[in-house]
C-alpha cells in the first residue's frame, strides 16, 4: 500500500513558476511508474506528465512540453513537477498518481494509487 501527498500548490501570475511535490509513504517510488494528472472544474482528469523510475524515462502532455518536466533528482520517496511559464489554462487540480504501469502511461486508469489533489491557479 502507497500513500501519496501532494503539496506546492497556490496561486500564481502568467509567466510563473510553481513546484509541485508528491511524498509517498508505506513504500518508495522505486518499484512503481509515477504520473501527474490535473482536472479543470467540469472536466476530466487529463495526463500531464509521467516517469519510470527504471532510467528515469518521462513523457508529457503536448499541452506542457517545453515547459513542465519531472526532474531527473527525486529522491526514493518524493516526485516533483516543476512548472515554468505557466498560463492561466493550467488552472486545475493536479494530482499525483503511482502504479505498476504495464500499459499507456497517460491512462488514469492505469494507475492504483492517488493523492488527494494540490490546486493551482494562475491568474492572467
Known amino acids: 500500500q502507497v500513500q501519496l501527498v501532494e503539496s506546492g500548490g497556490g496561486l500564481v501570475q502568467a509567466g510563473g513558476s510553481l513546484r509541485l511535490s508528491c511524498a509517498a509513504s508505506g513504500r518508495t517510488f522505486s518499484s512503481y511508474g509515477v504520473g501527474w494528472f490535473r482536472q479543470a472544474p467540469g472536466k476530466g482528469r487529463d495526463f500531464v506528465a509521467a516517469?519510470?523510475?527504471?532510467?528515469?524515462?518521462?513523457w508529457y502532455a503536448d499541452s506542457v512540453k517545453g515547459r513542465f518536466t519531472i526532474p531527473g533528482n527525486n529522491a526514493k520517496n518524493t516526485v516533483y513537477l516543476q512548472m515554468n511559464s505557466l498560463k492561466p489554462e493550467d488552472k486545475a487540480v493536479y494530482y499525483c498518481?503511482?502504479?505498476?504501469?504495464?500499459?499507456?502511461?497517460?491512462?488514469?486508469?492505469?494507475?492504483?494509487?492517488w493523492g488527494q489533489g494540490t490546486q493551482v491557479t494562475v491568474s492572467s
Open positions: 498518481a503511482a502504479g505498476v504501469v504495464f500499459g499507456n502511461r497517460r491512462n488514469p486508469s492505469e494507475y492504483h494509487y
Open positions: 516517469i519510470r523510475w527504471s532510467g528515469g524515462i518521462t
